[in-house]
Nanobody, 123 residues
Framework: QVQVVESGGGLVQAGDSLTLSCVTS????????IGWFRQGSGKEREFVAT????????KYRSSVEGRFRISRDNAKKTVYLQMSNLQPEDTAVYYC????????????????WGQGTQVTVSS
């Protein structure tokens, strides 16, 4: 019933920018934290960014801080991940997930996941 669909991925060159979208359906997300995670080939899934339900708090992994920006539009049930100065190490499948509460910092605190969108950065 509840679905999460990511889009906006693609092939870019190092230094380029890209914006990912996470469109949800089936319920309101106004009370839920939303997170972005990524998984590179042969690697474990890792945390990228999260935004609180109110939109007034956001956290990023250190390697993307200053380059990535997460935002949300609760009315549109959509969350965005703006990425700039992309680097080859950013290459991964990016996943969007809905948290169990308004604040979520662990992967186990997210219970609805999308299928992911591929981001490939060439050098």
């Amino acid at each position: 019933q509840v679905q999460v669909v990511e889009s906006g991925g693609g092939l870019v060159q190092a230094g380029d920018s890209l914006t990912l979208s996470c469109v949800t359906s089936g319920r309101t997300i106004s009370q839920s934290a939303i997170g972005w995670f990524r998984q590179g080939s042969g690697k474990e899934r890792e945390f990228v960014a999260t935004i609180a339900s109110s939109g007034n708090m956001a956290k990023y992994r250190s390697s993307v801080e200053g380059r990535f920006r997460i935002s949300r539009d609760n009315a549109k049930k959509t969350v965005y991940l703006q990425m700039s100065n992309l680097q080859p190490e950013d290459t991964a499948v990016y996943y969007c997930a809905i948290g169990r509460s308004g604040l979520a910092f662990r992967q186990v605190d997210y219970n609805v996941w999308g299928q992911g969108t591929q981001v490939t950065v060439s050098s």
